[in-house]
C-alpha cells in the first residue's frame, strides 16, 4: 500500500498566484487532516475532514481552502499566496476521528512562496 | 498558556545512554497520549501511545502523571539510530490532535 501520498513534493509560487495540493489515501480512512509546520512552530491544524463532502477548520484555517469530493483524496487550495504561507505541509488520515486512533502522515510538500 | 509544551533541546547523549523527555499539557480534559518521531525533513510517525498505567515497548518508556499534566519518554541504551525529534501529542478535541514543538536528540558515537 501506498499510504498517505501528497502531489507536489516541492514548489515555489510567486506571491498572488494560487495552487492546489493533493493528498490521497489508500487505507479507506475516514478522517483526513492538512497541517502546515513552520520552524519553532511545531505542526499545526490547518482544516480537517470527517468525511466524504465535510470539512471544517482547525487552529490556523485563514488562506486557506478545502475540498473532500472524494474519501481517499482531501485537497488544500491556496488561492492568493502570500510570503507567510511558505512553509511544509503535511496531510494525515485516520480511520476514524476518534482521537486515540493513530494518524498516518503523508511526506509532506514543501512551498515557497516568494 | 502553550497547549503542549516540551524542551525543545537537542539533547546530545553518547550511544548506550538513557535519555529522559518530558511534555506538559495545558487541557485537564485530554484523554489521549502519544509520542510521535520524526526524522529530520520526512514526516512524523507514531512512536507510542501513552497509557495511564504506563507502558513500555523495547528500550521505549512512556508515562503519564494526569493529576501534574505531564507525560514523559524514557528512551534505554540510546542507540544512533534514535536520533530525531520527538513530538509530544494530546487530543485537542475528539477529531483532533495538538502537537508539541518536539524535542531533538541527537545520539554520538
Known amino acids: 500500500n501506498a499510504g498517505v501520498t501528497q502531489t507536489p513534493k516541492f514548489r515555489v509560487l510567486k506571491t498572488g498566484q494560487s495552487m492546489t495540493l493533493l493528498c490521497a489515501q489508500d487505507?479507506?480512512?475516514?478522517?483526513m487532516y492538512w497541517y502546515r509546520q513552520d520552524p519553532g512552530m511545531g505542526l499545526r491544524l490547518i482544516h480537517y475532514?470527517?468525511?466524504?463532502?465535510?470539512?471544517a477548520k482547525g487552529e490556523v484555517p485563514d488562506g486557506y481552502n478545502v475540498s473532500r469530493l472524494k474519501k481517499q483524496n482531501f485537497l488544500l487550495g491556496l488561492e492568493s499566496a502570500a510570503p507567510s504561507q511558505t512553509s511544509v505541509y503535511f496531510c494525515a488520515s485516520s480511520y476514524t476521528g476518534s482521537h486515540s486512533y493513530e494518524q498516518y502522515f503523508g511526506p509532506g510538500t514543501r512551498l515557497t512562496v516568494t | 498558556r502553550k497547549e503542549v509544551e516540551q524542551d525543545p533541546g537537542p539533547f546530545n547523549v553518547p550511544e548506550g545512554a538513557t535519555v529522559a523527555f518530558n511534555c506538559t499539557y495545558s487541557n485537564s480534559a485530554s484523554q489521549s497520549f502519544f509520542w510521535y518521531r520524526q526524522d529530520c525533513r520526512k514526516e512524523p510517525k507514531l512512536l507510542m501511545s501513552v497509557y495511564s498505567s504506563g507502558n513500555e515497548d523495547g528500550r521505549f518508556t512512556a508515562q503519564l502523571n494526569r493529576a501534574s499534566q505531564y507525560i514523559s519518554l524514557l528512551i534505554r541504551d540510546s542507540k544512533l539510530s534514535d536520533s530525531a525529534t520527538y513530538l509530544c501529542v494530546v487530543n485537542s478535541g475528539y477529531s483532533t490532535l495538538t502537537f508539541g514543538k518536539g524535542t531533538m536528540l541527537l545520539v554520538s558515537p
Open positions: 475532514s470527517v468525511g466524504e463532502g465535510t470539512t
Open positions: 487505507m479507506n480512512h475516514e478522517y
